[in-house]
């Protein structure tokens, strides 16, 4: 195992991180095959057991950076992909870019035009920085799946399918049980490459069951 000493000015908590970096297999197996990060692992598993990605669909990446996730829709073949992140995304052949918030009262309607109608799946591995404290930080995580929810009811075809990072013991009861509603099939999922000291788990929604969006 390799170890780091704590430089001048370095957090503690930074030398951990990095250690942990390095001897992650998901991180060097990343390197080696070229994605942009460990986390294109965690939607290879999640696609490989629940084939949420299929060939000719059109895909929104919420909060994309760096790009991991895009990088296996692609390879997936899907046929229009639509990224959206605050911070930069480096370009990739198939990949429309717009870089704002998602939150924006524009964004779906920026989305839709990219995408030329509406999507087969909506995905977000978005999540906000943490503060230590664990009920804020909760509420944070929720309010983000939340809007992201909210947002994917707005451009997902019917039968469509919304796949987000949560936290802790999963989307809470309120939000599951509006998307109990508008999808057939909710899931709490938590793939391998998933760190098993992680709290994190996926929350994966199929069979949108809304039309009134269709045209």
């Not at 109608?117 to 995905?123: K, S, T």
Request: charged share 25%.
């Amino acid at each position: 195992m390799k170890k780091i000493k704590t430089a001048k000015g370095r957090k503690t908590s930074s030398t951990r991180w990095l250690e942990r970096q390095l001897n992650d297999p998901y991180v060097a197996k990343a390197q080696k095959e070229g994605y942009r990060s460990r986390a294109a692992y965690k939607l290879l598993e999640m696609d490989e057991q629940y084939h949420i990605l299929k060939p000719g669909m059109a895909v929104v990446d919420l909060g994309a950076a760096p790009g991991g996730w895009c990088q296996v829709a692609l390879q997936k073949g899907c046929k229009k992909l639509v990224a959206i992140d605050l911070l930069p995304v480096d370009d990739m052949g198939g990949m429309i870019f717009l870089q704002q918030d998602f939150m924006d009262d524009d964004a779906p309607q920026k989305l839709k035009d990219a995408l030329g109608g509406l999507a087969d799946v909506v995905m977000s591995d978005m999540a906000h920085n943490t503060t230590g404290h664990r009920n804020t930080d909760h509420l944070k995580i929720m309010a983000l799946v939340e809007a992201g929810y909210d947002f994917a009811c707005e451009i997902l075809k019917q039968d469509g399918s919304f796949l987000a990072k949560t936290f802790q013991g999963g989307a809470e009861s309120e939000l599951l049980a509006r998307i109990k509603i508008d999808f057939k099939t909710v899931r709490h999922v938590k793939p391998p490459a998933s760190r098993s000291d992680s709290s994190e788990k996926y929350l994966l929604a199929t069979g949108f069951r809304g039309t009134q969006n269709e045209s």
